[in-house]
């Protein structure tokens, strides 16, 4: 709970970042909205930094994606989408890693009924789902999810300070470097294949592959001579 709590505050500041990134030329905030936020686009590395890519029109997003899974309701309804689009998408991504699923059904079809009918909000609260989620969470994710945007909190700032509320009140031992090592225990294996690799790299003898290189190029100046 407290790693994806960490991730979802940490995706909160880069878009909050990027909306009030200022334009020098304009001498104004550019208000960049995301558009795509999926899993796909959210990278955790080895270090425990936490990166998010591909900002781009939610109009792009096509229905037989599953991409849909993600997208705020008024986007489906071809409704204009502001940060509170962003906030919902960010809010589905908490949920699942919270649920182990997606809100709505897998099903494409059924999923954009759901979303255009509203039916979203009679979603099951996280902490039915897991018993390890704080109940306060329920609310905060619940108001996020809001089929109705304006039900929605005003900005991805005030839905993340309700998140760093609720990780430092519940799990006030967390340390960032425990997504580093969270990281790592993923690929594990991976990793200590890969420096076999490398270790098994470093025992190969190279002089007879300098050896002949050398003559290669020898003959290659005879020849031209």
Request: net charge negative; with cysteine.
């Amino acid at each position: 709970i407290d790693i994806s709590l960490y991730v979802i505050i940490k995706i909160c500041q880069a878009l909050n970042y990027a909306r009030n990134k200022v334009d020098k030329d304009l001498n104004e905030s550019q208000g960049i909205i995301h558009g795509n936020i999926v899993p796909e686009n959210i990278y955790i590395g080895f270090d425990g930094e936490i990166t998010l890519t591909g900002f781009s029109s939610p109009n792009h997003i096509s229905p037989t994606s599953d991409h849909v899974l993600y997208i705020a309701p008024e986007i489906v309804r071809n409704e204009e989408s502001d940060h509170k689009s962003d906030q919902f998408s960010v809010a589905t991504i908490l949920w699942k890693m919270l649920c182990n699923r997606t809100p709505l059904k897998s099903n494409r079809v059924h999923c954009l009924a759901d979303i255009v009918n509203g039916t979203s909000d009679s979603l099951p609260s996280p902490s039915s789902c897991n018993l390890n989620s704080p109940t306060e969470l329920d609310q905060v994710i619940t108001k996020a999810l809001s089929p109705n945007k304006e039900n929605r909190f005003e900005s991805i700032e005030i839905f993340e300070k309700e998140l760093i509320g609720i990780l430092n009140k519940h799990f006030h031992d967390f340390n960032p470097e425990d997504i580093a090592r969270f990281a790592i225990s993923l690929f594990e294996e991976e990793i200590r294949a890969e420096r076999v690799f490398f270790n098994e790299c470093a025992q190969i003898e190279l002089s007879p592959f300098y050896e002949e290189l050398e003559q290669e190029n020898e003959t290659k100046k005879k020849a031209t001579n």
